[in-house]
């Protein structure tokens, strides 16, 4: 097969999107010019974003104690990974992070929690800290619970959410291999309850489960079905003790294709680099921001401070910049000083996160 770059991309910018031949082609064929790749998956981002980064800041709000198998998971019941875990953090812990999550310069929060879904009482808890944490701080508040049904989306869309991520993970097809205690259809209805609640929608992909190309293909196609308007892709990191580790499939130029192929698919949509950038996209991820327009900035909530200042000034040396928000010190986050409101001299206290791939 030979690619028209030009013509990919003049597609991407009507709103169109690749054949799925072409799509897969772009994976897996020898002969893809990358740079030309990148050049015609850039065309859309530029259109939509501009240079603009969007920094995501995760907080693993509750840990561990999950009943279900995803396998590629730390925090599933089954995993002898070692792990912290703990149930919901205390409210104020919450709103001191999601403080300096603002103060870093993200403009989107996302408060993570382990678990098959929540309970009523428990999401009307969940609904408290929203509006508190949306009345507080200048940032939009993400969720990722697990499963949702209408009567939780109307709760949490009542409390401000602005989205919901639930990731689809893999392909219908693929699923079954990664998890057997909840379905994709079961995937796909809570996504469904949260746009029917007037909930923006952010789901995703894992790769490197040991899908094949062409449930990498189906899943980037099924997300511009639904039309989801923030899609992470992760890139599996593997932990001993998981059942579903490494296939060896991932390299920095596979990573990169499929970034690429995921904004030509989703023109519009903001492509996240998530979870497993670093390790997996390696040299490459400078480039994959001419792709993405999202990041995870991991490290100071959950490893370490040098990871968020690594990322300011990949950015930076990039020629992009940060979206920020009214809290944002551009100079702090170049530092990787994000300081507790109140906390005098105190920095934040890095964790260890128990799962490292972002979001459900
Ligand atoms: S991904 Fe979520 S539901 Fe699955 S095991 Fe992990 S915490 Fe539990």
Redesign the pocket.
């Known amino acids: 097969m030979t690619i028209d770059y030009h013509q990919l991309a003049d597609r991407a910018l009507e709103g169109g999107a690749p054949s799925r031949e072409e799509a897969a082609w772009l994976l897996d064929a020898k002969d893809v010019e990358l740079l030309r790749l990148v050049d015609a998956a850039y065309q859309p981002r530029r259109k939509h974003f501009g240079r603009k980064v969007m920094v995501h800041v995760l907080n693993n709000v509750q840990n561990g104690l999950?009943p279900?198998?995803?396998g590629y998971?730390s925090?599933?019941r089954d995993s002898g990974a070692a792990i912290r875990q703990y149930p919901m953090k205390d409210e104020q812990e919450i709103f001191a992070e999601a403080e300096a999550a603002a103060r870093a310069g993200a403009s989107r929060y996302c408060m993570v929690l382990?678990?098959?879904g929540p309970n009523l009482a428990y999401t009307r808890r969940l609904a408290e800290v929203i509006a508190e944490v949306k009345r507080r701080f200048p940032v939009e508040v993400c969720l990722s619970a697990?499963l949702v049904d209408d009567e939780k989306a109307k709760i949490l869309a009542e409390a401000g959410l602005d989205r919901l991520n639930h990731n689809l993970n893999t392909s219908e097809r693929h699923y079954p291999e990664i998890?057997s205690t909840h379905s994709y259809a079961d995937r796909l209805a809570t996504l469904e309850a949260a746009r029917r609640n007037g909930i923006e929608t952010c789901s995703g992909l894992i790769m490197g489960m040991g899908e094949q190309t062409a449930d990498l293909v189906d899943v980037a196609f099924q997300l511009r079905e639904l039309e989801v308007p923030s899609i992470p892709l992760n890139f599996l990191i593997p932990i001993e003790g998981n059942q579903v580790t490494e296939d060896g499939s991932l390299t920095p130029e596979r990573c990169l294709r499929a970034v690429c192929l995921m904004r030509l698919v989703n023109p519009a949509a903001e492509i996240r680099i998530a979870g497993g950038r670093e390790g997996n996209l390696r040299s490459l991820q400078p480039l994959a921001l001419y792709a993405a327009n999202s990041l995870f900035v991991e490290g100071y909530l959950t490893t370490r401070g040098d990871a968020a200042r690594d990322t300011y000034e990949m950015i930076r040396d990039a020629g992009f910049e940060v979206e920020g928000n009214p809290l944002y010190d551009a100079d702090d986050a170049r530092h990787g000083a994000f300081r507790i409101p109140g906390g005098g001299d105190q920095l934040l206290k890095p964790e260890i996160a128990a799962?490292p791939v972002a979001g459900?």
């Open positions: 999950c279900e198998d995803c998971c925090q599933n382990s678990g098959r697990g998890c799962d459900q």
